[in-house]
Each structure stands twice: as C-alpha cells, then as structure tokens.
C-alpha cells in the first residue's frame, strides 16, 4: 500500500498504523468522516435502508430482512434501536407485510405464517365423540351431597307421576 493509503497515526508503539485510510477502526486515530469517532464507516445507507423495508413489506423475517441488505440480524438490531425514524417505518413496513400474507393464505392456514414470523400462539378446543364405558366415582361433601339427593328425590317423583 502506498504511504496515502493507510492510516499512518502514531500506534502505543510507536510505529505509524496500517489501517486503511479513511476506515481505519482505532477511535483514537480519527481519520472518518464523524468528526474523530473513529471505527468502521456505517454500513447504514439508503440502498440498505430501502432493501430492508422492502423485505419487511413482503412478509419476511427479521433476519430475512437483514440478509435482504447484506447484514447479520443483530446490526439491524442496532440500527432499529440507533435511528428511530427507521425503526417507525420497519415497524409500518412489517405491518403491512404481515397484513399481506394473512390476506394470502387467509383460506388455507393464516395460523402457519402468524406462528412462524410473528410468535403467534391459537390454542383450540374441540368436541369429539367417543363411545366409552367407565365408572367416575367422586366425594360429595355435606352440602353436596344434600342437593344430589334432593335431585334424586325430584326426578324419582318427576318420574312416578308420569
């Protein structure tokens, strides 16, 4: 590398740092464009930003989205809790994604998407019919044991007069 490619500040050691310039991630050596913060250059840009709301907007997972833009999930992540505008309209974008796919699959099974992408839980009871012999014992306490026998006796003479 030519001497203008790389970072060339003074390391601890004394020795001019190799880093490229205008990237170099050492804080302390300053040569971004952030005004001396120093690291990496964002990968946060309009590209990235419009592919990741577009994922959204179709229904995908988070990390999908996050693969849509070329990132890990845990820099979107970032990037939703850093710029909070972005985060509103991720949030409006996976809406409306969400919204779509139910709309899609509304005849056949909205629960499989809902469960898979939006953590989504239905609980079901259903009737069955079985034909089953058994015995159920159960212990009447005092009081119920009274309104059992007065039952007994109302549907005995309910039945003897008829």
């Not at 990741?52 to 989205?65: K, M, P, S, Y």
């Amino acid at each position: 590398m030519a001497d203008e490619d790389i970072c060339g500040a003074d390391c601890a050691d004394g020795t001019p740092c190799e880093h490229p310039a205008g990237s170099c991630p050492v804080p302390s050596h300053g040569d971004d464009d952030s005004g001396g913060a120093g690291g990496r250059p964002s990968k946060f840009d309009e590209d990235r930003r419009r592919a990741i709301l577009q994922a959204a907007r179709n229904g995908t997972t988070v990390e999908g989205c996050a693969r849509a833009a070329g990132i890990h999930h845990s820099t979107l992540y970032e990037w939703l809790d850093e710029y909070p505008e972005f985060s509103e309209a991720f949030e409006r974008a996976r809406g409306k994604g969400e919204q779509r796919l139910v709309e899609e699959v509304a005849d056949d099974d909205p629960k499989f998407i809902l469960e898979r992408s939006y953590d989504y839980v239905k609980t079901e009871r259903r009737e069955i019919e079985a034909d089953v012999d058994q015995t159920t014992t159960h212990e009447l306490g005092e009081d119920e044991r009274e309104v059992a026998l007065e039952t007994i006796r109302e549907l005995q003479e309910r039945d003897a007069g008829e």
